[in-house]
């Protein structure tokens, strides 16, 4: 990690403040090494005439990392974005999930018959206590605004379950004289049957800008006036918003609430990614707040609409996503719309496995003899506890996946492991003699402030003279790399490759995924539930955020799917484990491989990818994704050529 950046906080005056319990002000943004992993450019590549000369040698970026580590990277480099638009998880109370489907069938029969949904990978977790979420957000607003221009505009997209509390941090970051509107985007949806309230079917976004000179293009978003109104301005003579040469054929600036549909209604635009937005949203927001060639930050990408609208409408992009479906999903829907940009991965430790939300859900599996804490009585400050071999057993906190181990929370663990000798110690007999029955306890953090060592914390415990009970700090990152091997088998293919002529051809042979084979075990070993309704990407609220009734922990199977997972069996070859097929096929002269998007190949809703290539050249690197989203890469000098 290279040296931390700081914050500019300017703190707000003469206006209300959230206030409550745990409220924490960051001070430094961690600073995180990144690394190129794809260059993707399309031949006959959009050619701008920027009339900006800010950022003049800025280049479309995609980042894998979390909003925070982007804006660290966008300080570190000097970059400012001209205009943002955010719509980070909603604090619903949902876990977001992708289906993930078997290509199994040949393309002609119905959907029905050709695919098979084997199960869902979380994408990620949106399941917070109501102060974690409002710090966890702070901290990000401040970072995000300052990498944004002097007269940048910032877009926040919520809901009713968090957004009147986002409202006082927004006037806190950005100054509350500097709020110019709350958008009330509108959208139709049946609701559910039995319900004891009106149908929720609208979210907020609130627009701000830290300078009066803020853009507002209103003749890029005009709308026809109705037909009475534009009657009216003839009779009237003078008209009653422009007076005397009133030109009603502008037409009009919209209302500050928008009725669009979502998504899931716009079929053209579905990308199968729960809470994907409509592009009308973004294209009035994009159009009325910048120009072409400037920047357009997006730092919770999801499907990566605002970068695919940004590009359309001749704009650069910024955006970034913690999940790899999210990154997998927007790379994908770029190289669609012939945008031209480079991937990166920040290696800022979130990013373990698919996402943040699988990350800890895998952690506590990790530990030896682990029980919760429901199950060991502890108090509610604990996760639960390791049962050890002998007897003892080690009370263990997870600091948190977006949290710093920092020297207060020292002096809170402190106090909760006096609690701890107090309420739990006794002296035990094992083959060693009589020991406490708790020698320790485990503290596990994703990140820490400088000076919070196992040293630090010794001394700390020792100065207190209250516990004998000695804590252990863990860091999360090395905790699974540890254990990488256990959590992680790579899939595997078998390629050949053949010439021919001038020509090279590739076929996959075979492929096989243990983490898929033991998912589908799974799936066929589960338990059979009525049907219910769930908030995946088929919702029908395009953000699957308000009305949802799942309950996230429930993975017991629909009776109907129970009969059609016993029949599945994966085929010899495995192609229909297969998403994506990509090809590195040029090497740039700093060592970078550059991707050739002309023989991507994706498998359809139904079909199966082509599995046969004919490529220019013997030398490239073949990434092969499965449908979980799990990569290999395959560098052809590994390969044996015949
Ligand atoms: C509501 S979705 C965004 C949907 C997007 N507007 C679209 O049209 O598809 C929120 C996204 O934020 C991502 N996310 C969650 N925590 C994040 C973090 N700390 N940094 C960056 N992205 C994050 C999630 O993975 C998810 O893709």
């Not at 007897?391 to 701890?420: A, Q, R, S, Y």
Request: hydrophobic share 35%.
């Amino acid at each position: 990690m290279s040296k931390p950046i700081d914050y500019t906080i300017e703190p707000a005056k003469g206006q209300a403040l959230l206030n409550f319990q745990g409220r924490r002000l960051p001070d430094k943004i961690a600073l995180f090494e990144t690394s190129l992993v794809e260059e993707a450019r399309h031949e006959g590549q959009k050619k701008f005439k920027f009339e900006t000369e800010l950022n003049y040698d800025f280049k479309n970026l995609l980042i894998h990392g979390d909003c925070l580590s982007a804006c660290a990277f966008l300080k570190s480099q000097n970059i400012k974005v001209d205009l943002v638009y955010i719509d980070p998880p909603f604090a619903s109370g949902a876990n977001y999930a992708k289906k993930i489907f078997l290509r199994t069938g040949n393309g002609k029969e119905s959907m029905e018959n050709n695919t098979t949904a084997i199960g869902e990978e979380i994408m990620y977790g949106d399941i917070w206590q109501k102060e974690d979420y409002l710090n966890w957000l702070y901290e990000r607003l401040l970072a995000i605004k300052d990498v944004m221009s002097a007269d940048a505009s910032i877009y926040v997209h919520l809901d009713w379950h968090i957004g009147h509390y986002v409202k006082l941090l927004m006037d806190e970051v950005f100054g509350e004289s500097n709020f110019i509107n709350e958008i009330v985007w509108c959208y139709h949806g049946p609701g559910s049957p039995g319900q004891q309230n009106f149908t929720r079917k609208h979210d907020t976004i609130f627009w701000y800008s830290p300078s009066e000179e803020y853009k507002f293009n209103d003749d890029d978003i005009r709308i026809p006036y109705h037909e009475t109104t534009a009657a009216k301005f003839e009779s009237a003579g003078t008209g009653f918003a422009g007076g005397e040469g009133f030109d009603g054929s502008r037409g009009k600036i919209p209302e500050d609430w928008w009725v669009l549909p979502v998504t899931s209604r716009v079929r053209t635009e579905i990308v199968n990614y729960a809470t994907q937005k409509p592009e009308a949203l973004l294209e009035r927001i994009i159009k009325t707040s910048s120009d072409k060639g400037e920047i357009i930050a997006d730092f919770f990408s999801g499907s990566g609409t605002t970068a695919k609208v940004a590009s359309d409408l001749d704009r650069r992009f910024f955006t970034c996503d913690v999940g790899i479906n999210a990154i997998q999903t927007t790379r994908d829907r770029l190289v669609k719309a012939k945008a031209s940009f480079d991937v990166l991965k920040i290696n800022d430790g979130v990013r373990l496995f698919r996402n943040p939300a699988q990350t800890v859900a895998k952690l506590f599996s990790l530990l030896e003899g682990y029980k919760d804490k429901a199950e060991l009585g502890l108090g509610e400050f604990w996760d639960g506890g390791m049962i050890n071999k002998r007897g003892t057993f080690t009370p263990v906190k997870f600091v948190g996946i977006d949290k710093k181990l920092t020297v207060e929370l020292v002096d809170v663990i402190i106090e909760e492991v006096i609690g701890v000798e107090e309420n739990n110690q006794e002296e035990i007999k094992t083959d060693k003699g009589t020991e406490d029955k708790i020698p320790s306890v485990k503290i596990i953090y994703a990140y820490r402030q400088p000076e919070v060592t196992q040293e630090y914390v010794n001394k700390a415990i020792k100065q207190s003279k209250k516990t004998g009970i000695k804590a252990e700090l863990i860091s999360l990152d090395e905790l699974l790399a540890q254990k990488a091997d256990v959590l992680y088998t790579p899939d595997n293919a078998m390629i050949e490759i053949k010439q021919d002529g001038k020509q090279w051809k590739v076929e996959i042979k075979k492929f096989f995924s243990s983490y898929l084979k033991n998912k589908i075990d799974d799936f066929k070993n589960k338990k059979v539930k009525p049907k219910q309704k769930t908030l995946d990407e088929n919702g029908d609220n395009g953000n699957g955020n308000g009305n949802g009734e799942e309950n996230p922990n429930d993975n017991s199977l629909p009776a109907e799917d129970q009969a059609k997972a016993m029949k599945i069996q994966i085929s010899e070859s495995g192609l229909e484990l297969i998403e994506a097929v990509q090809f590195d096929t040029t090497l740039d002269k700093d060592g970078v491989w550059r991707s050739n998007l002309s023989i991507e190949d994706k498998a359809g809703v139904k079909e199966k990818i082509k599995a046969v290539y004919t490529l220019q050249t013997d030398k490239f690197k073949m990434k092969i994704r499965n449908i979980a989203g799990d990569e290999i890469i395959i560098d052809s000098s590994e390969l044996i050529k015949k």
